[in-house]
């Protein structure tokens, strides 16, 4: 049985609490970075957008240099765990209509993130494998 563990990206885009907004700013340029994930000694605490930015940075006036993150970061909508079924992971995802989460231990540490688009790609192989295997003899 598959898990969030072998299908979650590892190691996603994180700043610690006490970085700029600034920093955010700079990491959320790259077009494959859609969130970063605010952390406080390893443990989660926060996720920040762009709209983040635009809404509690820009639209507010503040200084991105010295706005700490952990004062802007959005606590996250849900957290899972890397043991979870990757069935089962995929139907939370599609209940809570989310296209990412962050995968956190038992400790709260953020250890990846599990995106709907790679675990989507990750059962259909998955489904392929399954049809790959030769069927067994007809007993006798």
Do not use: W, Y
């Not at 885009?13 to 994930?37: H, I, K, N, W």
């Not at 010295?66 to 139907?91: K, N, S």
């Amino acid at each position: 049985m598959s898990v969030v563990r072998d299908a979650m990206v590892s190691h996603p885009g994180q700043l610690p609490a006490d970085a700029s907004a600034r920093a955010a700013g700079e990491l959320l340029q790259r077009p494959e970075v859609r969130a970063v994930f605010v952390t406080d000694e390893e443990r989660l605490i926060g996720v920040v957008t762009r709209k983040t930015l635009v809404r509690e940075v820009v639209a507010r006036g503040l200084d991105p240099e010295t706005t700490p993150l952990g004062g802007i970061a959005e606590p996250p909508h849900h957290t899972i765990g890397p043991e979870v079924a990757l069935e089962d992971a995929f139907r939370f995802l599609e209940v809570e209509d989310a296209e990412r989460v962050p995968v956190v231990d038992e400790h709260h540490r953020l250890i990846g993130v599990l995106s709907r688009s790679v675990l989507q790609r990750r059962l259909a192989e998955d489904e392929e494998d399954e049809d790959d295997e030769e069927p067994l003899p007809p007993a006798a």
